[in-house]
Each structure stands twice: as C-alpha cells, then as structure tokens.
C-alpha cells in the first residue's frame, strides 16, 4: 500500500487498499464495515438544533493545490464581528482575514486574505478562528 504523500507529492492509494471504495461491501471509503448499515432519527428535531455547534470547515478542494480556497461554517454567529488566521505546518502564519459575517458560511481566498498572502504552495494548512464568542481551529 502506498503512503501519502508520495515523493511526487501525489495524495493517492493504491488501488488494493482496504479504504478504496470497490473494496467496501457498501461502497463508502474505510478499512471497516462499520457505519455501512442505514440509520434513521425518529421524531422532530427542533429549530434551534446546530446553534451551537462548533466550526465546521472544507477545504475546497483538499488536499489544497496552488489556488484553493478555505471554507468555514459558523452556525449562530451571523452579523458578528470573525477573524482568521492560516498557519503553515510549521506554524508560521501565512495570511489573515477579518471581517463581519453575513452568512454561516465563510469562503476566503488567497487574494481576499491580509498580511501579503502569497498563493498558497500545495500542502496541508492549519487555521484558527474566532466568530460569535467562540475559537476553532483546524
């Protein structure tokens, strides 16, 4: 089986890995059989469900190639003040963005960043977040 990264800098598996799709018995990516099965919620879930549910973030796409972009959820923190900060791997900050938010989710850009962002190499990035009296990091 192959490790990622390769030296060529490819994200990929080899095609006999127990985590590559045709190799689940339900088609989903993972060593084990385990959440194949359905599940159902029974009964209503309120309104107010999600609130206060931490930062959710998607690296669009990832693993992040020159160009990406770094998108955030932040349910419950519509119309407050939201900073963010991007590390390198080795913790060196690369960029950052402050601004309010005018929708729970957050889309920055290489060129929408502060602090002379560079394009992004491709690579793994780390961020740390602060919207609506709360911190994520990711």
Do not use: H
């Amino acid at each position: 089986m192959r490790s990622a990264p390769t030296v060529a800098g490819e994200y990929t598996i080899d095609s006999a890995s127990p985590a590559a799709p045709d190799n689940s018995p339900c088609g989903l990516i993972g060593a084990l059989d385990v959440g194949c099965g359905v599940s159902s919620v029974d009964g209503q879930i309120g309104a107010d469900v999600g609130t206060l549910a931490e930062f959710a973030t998607f690296a669009v796409p990832n693993p992040v190639p020159t160009g990406s972009n770094l998108r955030l959820r932040i349910p419950g923190a519509i119309g407050d003040p939201c900073r963010v900060e991007l590390f390198d791997v080795e913790g060196r900050s690369v960029g950052r963005w402050a601004g309010q938010i005018d929708s729970e989710f957050v889309t920055l850009t290489a060129d929408g960043m502060q602090g002379g962002l560079a394009p992004l190499r491709p690579g793994a990035y780390y961020f740390k977040a602060e919207a609506g009296g709360r911190t994520g990091t990711g």
